[in-house]
């Protein structure tokens, strides 16, 4: 499938982006006009509310108006200070308007008013003083008509005997009306008494109304020039009035102006907000659709490409799964071939050659064992990369670890001129849980490695807790090639090296550090390197820190067995009599008293008459195996559920059958003393059992070609009993190996199954890793018919080599 990127995530995220930036624009601009809306519509409403000020001063003006005509007809000082009362508010109502009116226009035309308001007044207190000039002459004519009605009565007068009040007349009339009075009085005697003629009497009243009548000639000139004042007046009120009527309009109309504006202004920005919604959903409808018909478009290309996808997913777990099986094929094929041609280049070896002849067999099983570890990295590569790689929690002791793995290698470089320095912290002496078998592997390629890489100098082990003390540390420090900066990272990739260089003078796959890696990491730890060119390289592992806190120690067991559990009678069945030896050896060394069969029929005659307590028994036996032996024991009247446990070297039973069929626990081969021990004390004791891994671990081949260890622990370091062992070991083993040759003659496949897996197991226990190897595809049919007598030959060689090796540890 050709290579295609889809941009679907990014086409939906921008369009998320467009909508968000659309509705982001639309909103700030609503928000910006809905800003000027509200401020028109306060400047509307304040507007109105200048109109409506306004039109109460038009009322205002009216009334004053009104009153002001009242004063002018009546001439009445009440009339007059209700005018200047109602005029002294309008200038109130006028002054609280100029505060809020906008334009300096405004302010004017509404001083203009004030103004006009003061002319006003001013005129209606001047035509007020003509109007009482106006009254002089109704006075005068009064005082004429008086006069001819006293000329038939004479005595003293007064004012109101010519004027009903005189206080209302001005200074002048009564000034004039009091001079009249005077002179009439100075004629008039005391009494009443007429004493003056009817000629003097006559005469006083003639002049009297001559006299008045000059005033009232006088009166009536002013009276002319008064009425031509009052009628400039009342055109000059008229004036005014229209005067502060028109500003008061002009004020009016250009409120009602600006609010019409405003109005304009509003409609304006409801039509602008209507038409921003209109065409933000107009937008926001054209985006939706192009980004669906792209994102629709893509999603059936996505839907094209999932297809393929999953075509092309198939194929590769399938290749993948092909390549696994292929790997696992070839690998385990290879096995076969590979021992044979070691086997015949080992005898070859021991036989007469000559140098010439000597080199060749010595490339061969270089070559050999070079394919050899590159199976073996195929195999562990293929497991790690299929998540098959199983992780073990048991307790151990750390730097017995480092020390054996370390040492196994340096009798392989013996001959580099190599100082080994191993240095471990006292606090990591005591037992910690991990996975041995994995620590061993990685600490094999790592040292493997720096002894490859390192001619001559030091090797320097070291192993100590880490700052975060869950965790501890491993440095392995070498004096070797070194690795240059760039290709430090190259190193931890598959099938990759430092540079071509290395591979052809040194060899390997690229596997072994790609490999180390990922078995941290599946350990939770962590690999780092620090590497100078020329001047070495420092590996450090980082592996999580778990103190082992049961008590499962050989002196501790031995010491709870000896004090705690009384001396036991146990039956120990195992046709393979150098086990069944070492078993019984170790129950006796512990006061046990044992009946050992190497066959279970025998074993079940025996039981009949015998009282016991425990019953251990191998499972893969002939005639009658462990499952039918505890089968048949269920049904004698001996057995009262008395413990039994099985040995096995069986991988393909999960530990729920051996559960099922009755056994208590079961026991892995091979298996050491203090294991055989604590489980017999922890049935005892009614204790929880361990779980048992039946499975397969993986093994890896190590170059030392047997180990005692095991054994000795299993006689108690006990030198006479080991030679016994040993000798024992090498007699049966020769005599079981003469029936495996009969029986390859025979094609015989299942006597071969029965006596690789009867003798296979002591192979085992002394870690005879390639014999079992070999055994172990002999008990599982794991070969061809054609290639028996080959693997035989292979087998008999190693066996004669080692052999060779146990006569030297025999005292």
Not at 70 to 84: C, M
Not at 282 to 287: A, D, K, N, P, R
Not at 471 to 483: N, Y
Request: include cysteine; proline fraction near 2%; charged fraction near 25%.
């Amino acid at each position: 499938m050709e290579s295609k990127k889809s941009y679907t995530a990014i086409k939906v995220l921008f369009s998320y982006v467009a909508l968000l930036a659309l509705v982001i624009t639309v909103g700030w601009f609503l928000y910006s006009e809905n800003q000027v809306y509200n401020k028109l519509e306060d400047k509307i409403a304040f507007e109105k509310t200048k109109i409506l000020r306004v039109s109460k001063l038009f009322s205002n003006v009216y009334k004053t108006e009104s009153l002001a005509r009242k004063t002018i007809q009546t001439n009445s000082e009440n009339d007059f200070k209700s005018y200047l009362i109602e005029t002294d508010s309008l200038r109130l109502r006028i002054d609280t308007l100029k505060q809020i009116v906008t334009t300096q226009y405004q302010k004017t035309l509404l001083d203009s008013v004030t103004y006009l308001l003061s002319e006003k007044t001013k005129n209606i207190k001047q035509l007020k003083t003509i109007k009482n000039k106006a009254e002089d002459e109704v006075s005068v004519n009064t005082a004429i008509d008086e006069i001819t009605k006293m000329e038939f009565k004479l005595r003293k007068l007064e004012l109101q005997d010519f004027n009903k009040n005189p206080n209302q007349l001005g200074n002048y009339q009564r000034n004039v009306l009091q001079k009249y009075v005077d002179y009439l009085n100075q004629n008039i005697p005391d009494d009443s008494t007429n004493t003056l003629s009817k000629k003097a009497s006559d005469s006083i009243l003639a002049n009297s109304k001559k006299l008045l009548s000059n005033v009232k000639l006088k009166a009536e000139k002013k009276k002319e020039s008064l009425n031509f004042e009052e009628n400039k007046l009342l055109k000059n009120e008229i004036a005014i009035s229209d005067q502060l009527r028109k500003v008061l309009r002009i004020i009016e109309r250009e409120i009602i102006i600006n609010s019409i504006k405003n109005n304009s202004l509003k409609e304006k920005s409801l039509k602008k907000v209507n038409e921003i919604v209109t065409a933000s959903a107009i937008i926001g409808l054209v985006l939706t659709l192009f980004f669906s018909i792209l994102i629709v478009s893509d999603y059936s290309k996505s839907q094209v490409y999932k297809k393929q996808l999953e075509i092309a997913n198939f194929k590769t777990k399938n290749l993948l799964k092909s390549r696994e099986q292929l790997i696992s094929t070839v690998s385990h094929d290879l096995k076969t071939p590979l021992s044979t041609i070691v086997g015949y280049s080992e005898l070859l070896g021991n036989s007469d050659v000559n140098t010439k002849q000597s080199y060749f067999i010595k490339n061969i099983k270089n070559s050999s064992e070079y394919i050899t570890q590159l199976v073996q990295d195929l195999l562990d590569f293929s497991k790690i990369e299929a998540g098959k790689i199983s992780i073990e929690k048991v307790p151990f002791v750390l730097p017995e670890i480092i020390d054996e793995v370390a040492k196994s290698i340096q009798t392989v470089y013996k001959q580099k001129n190599i100082d080994l320095v191993i240095n471990v912290d006292e606090k990591l002496n005591a037992k910690i849980v991990g996975d041995p078998f994995r620590l061993k592997q990685i600490l094999s390629n790592l040292i493997g490695n720096a002894y490859k890489f390192t001619e001559e100098g030091f090797i320097r082990i070291s192993a100590y807790l880490a700052e975060n003390e869950n965790f501890l540390t491993i440095t392995i420090e070498d004096t070797g090639i070194g690795i240059e900066k760039e290709n430090q990272k190259l190193v931890f990739e598959e099938f990759a090296q430092a540079n071509e260089n290395i591979e052809k003078k040194y060899g390997g796959t690229g596997l072994g550090l790609s490999i180390c890696k990922k078995i941290i990491s599946a350990l939770g730890g962590s690999l780092e390197l620090e590497s100078a060119f020329g001047k070495g390289s420092v590996f450090e592992i980082q592996l999580p820190l778990l103190f082992d806190t049961s008590t499962n120690s050989v002196p501790e067991v031995k010491k709870q067995v000896s004090q705690n559990i009384e001396a036991q009678t146990f039956i120990v069945i195992d046709d393979d009599i150098n086990l069944l030896n070492l078993t019984s050896g170790v129950l006796r060394q512990e006061k046990h008293q044992v009946l050992s069969f190497n066959s279970a029929i025998k074993a079940l005659e025996a039981i009949q008459q015998t009282n016991f307590d425990f019953v251990i028994t191998d499972i893969q036996m002939p005639e009658m195996d462990g499952f039918g032996f505890l089968q048949k024991l269920k049904t004698t009247d001996v057995y009262k559920n008395q413990p039994v446990i099985a040995l096995t070297g069986r991988s393909d039973l999960d530990s729920s059958v051996y559960a099922d069929a009755g056994f208590t626990t079961v026991i892995k081969k091979p298996y050491s003393p203090k294991i055989l021990l604590e489980t017999i004390r922890l049935i005892l004791e009614n204790d929880t059992l361990p779980k048992v891994e039946i499975n397969d671990v993986e093994e890896k081949t190590f170059s030392k070609l047997y180990s005692l260890e095991t054994l000795k622990e299993f006689l108690g370091n006990d030198t006479v009993a080991l030679n016994e062992v040993l000798k024992s070991f090498i007699e049966s083993s020769n005599e079981n190996l003469t029936f495996l040759e009969n029986a390859i003659a025979e094609e015989n496949v299942p006597e071969i199954n029965s006596i690789a897996h009867r003798i296979a197991p002591m192979f085992k226990q002394i870690e005879a890793r390639e014999i079992g190897g070999l055994l172990k595809a002999l008990e599982k049919n794991d070969f061809e018919i054609s290639d028996l007598k080959d693997i035989y030959k292979v087998l008999k060689s190693k066996t004669e080599s080692l052999f060779k090796a146990l006569q030297k540890e025999i005292v």
